[in-house]
Nanobody
């Protein structure tokens, strides 16, 4: 059973920064595509950023230039550095690990609240 545990969420003022972490229990973490999603109240869960096992990254337009996704395979940890935070970034942030279509795992989420 793969476990993903997010941490690093909290309350921050607009313009501030937070770094989220996602720690994985799986030994073959390095071959997983890893993603960060978020879900704001009353909204659908949306993809924020992805990083492939080769290190290629993709970002939602709303966070480009402000967020950076990265991973340390040896530590089995993925990060999301969030800078210049805006109130509209307020959401529960989830990490997801994908090995194949039948092997998709989610963390429990961490709350990020940005005050104006």
């Amino acid at each position: 059973q793969v476990q993903l545990v997010e941490s690093g969420g909290g309350l921050v003022q607009a313009g501030g920064s937070l770094r989220l972490s996602c720690a994985a229990s799986v030994s073959i973490f390095s071959i997983y595509t890893m993603d960060w999603y978020r879900q704001a109240p009353g909204k659908q869960r949306e993809l924020v950023a992805s990083i492939s096992r080769g290190g290629s990254t993709n970002y939602a337009d709303s966070v480009k230039g402000r967020f950076t996704i990265s991973r340390e395979n040896a530590k089995k940890i993925m990060y999301l550095q969030m800078n210049s935070l805006k109130p509209e970034d307020t959401a529960v942030y989830y990490c997801r690990g994908v090995l194949s279509a039948n092997n998709v795992y989610w963390g429990q989420g961490t709350q990020v609240t940005v005050s104006s």
